[in-house]
């Protein structure tokens, strides 16, 4: 039986246990903190989606994501879990023509499923809205889940499947002997592996350097406002210019305050939460008008975004394995899929071609 160490118990590395589990093989999730989720995973928007993408080969792969996570629903709905997502669509819009038809184009080139509604038709659909834009696209396949969530469900599925879950173990290092993996450090401690799966986000380079494989990192923090909660406002996720937002099933608003979270384009840095959040609110307030908010919490998370925005995703050497990307939430479950048939030698995906890790060496 091959005995497979996944480092990180975010998303990608629960999913990647629950899968590999689920086939039969020795899991064991190593992970720094004390508890699961504990970065990028739990302080992420959520948005299950396909009409951000940064090339044809990455939207295929964000299609093929939202697919596996039906899948990954269904696999889990046995322990109670299918009403972790909420497949409600998705209302996106711009202020500018032309960034409107382009997006509007490039999806309908692709085959993805949408719809233009009129401003009237997107007061309808969300009557809560002090003020409808005059057009919008409705894409009905999107959704949302609670990644902190389902990343505690996956690593309970896997557990009961026979994974080992060892949390305040953070890894140092991978061993290696003649130039294929070992084995994992930990400090003085060290644990046998045949399979090494590197799913740290941004703790990911300091494992992955010492050993000749350079992954750099764009420095995107993420701020991620939680209001309190409050009757039921919002029927879709809403991405409109400069700001996403959804409710949760708690009704609890929830709002990334970057401004191109998507596109990883925003800050560098973080900036000042306060300023932030109370110019979030200000302008929430507007968008519904009569309707007081007041913020719950907020979480900064630095997201594990590879140099060119593209995932870093398979072999990098014999036994050692790279599962780094935004949005982890997104292709989570299609990553999990695929890259545990290429460890169990069950079969290569082709999508994962064009995200070779090894990239980054040339």
């Known amino acids: 039986m091959q005995r497979i160490v996944i480092i990180g118990a975010g998303l990608v590395g629960a999913a990647l246990a629950f899968r590999l589990a689920e086939a039969g093989a020795e899991v064991t999730v190593l992970e720094a903190g004390m508890q699961p989720a504990a970065e990028a995973s739990g302080r992420s928007f959520g948005w299950i989606n396909a009409s951000f993408f940064l090339n044809e080969a990455h939207h295929h792969l964000r299609v093929a994501g939202m697919a ?108 290696m002997r003649g130039g294929a993996v070992c084995g994992v450090r930990m400090g003085a401690a060290s644990l046998a592996a045949d399979q090494v799966i590197v799913a740290a986000g941004t703790a990911a380079p300091a494992l992955l350097e010492p050993l000749g494989y350079p992954l750099p990192m764009l420095p995107r923090p ?19 210019p400069g700001q996403d937002l959804r409710q949760d099933a708690a009704g609890r608003l929830i709002a990334p305050l970057a401004a191109h979270h998507q596109a990883d384009r925003g800050e560098t840095a973080p900036q000042d939460p306060a300023a932030l959040v109370a110019a979030a609110i200000a302008r929430l307030e507007a968008l519904f008008a009569g309707v007081a908010l007041r913020p719950d919490a907020t979480a900064l998370a630095w997201r594990p975004v590879p140099g060119d925005g593209l995932p870093a995703v398979g072999p990098l050497g014999p036994g050692l394995w790279a599962a780094v ?13 695929a890259l545990t048939a290429a460890v169990l030698e069950r079969g290569a995906e082709p999508m994962l071609a064009p995200f070779d890790p090894a990239r980054f060496r040339i």
């Open 68 to 175: 596996a996570h039906r899948r990954m629903a269904r696999d889990l709905m046995g322990g109670g879990m299918a009403g972790l997502w909420h497949w409600s669509g998705c209302l996106w819009w711009e202020d500018e023509d032309a960034a409107f038809e382009g997006q509007a184009q490039d999806l309908a080139r692709l085959g993805y499923p949408l719809r233009e509604v009129t401003g009237s038709e997107v007061a309808a659909l969300e009557p809560a809205l002090a003020a409808a834009p005059r057009r919008a696209l409705f894409l009905p396949q999107e959704g949302a889940v609670d990644a902190a969530a389902l990343t505690r469900a996956l690593l309970q599925a896997a557990a009961d499947r026979g994974a080992a879950l060892w949390f305040g173990m953070g890894a140092t290092g991978v061993l």
């Open 325 to 337: 990307m935004h949005s982890g939430v997104t292709l989570a479950a299609i990553v999990a899929e």
């Open 222 to 240: 993420g701020l991620i406002l939680r209001t309190r909660p409050v009757a039921p406002l919002l029927r879709h996720i809403l991405a409109m």
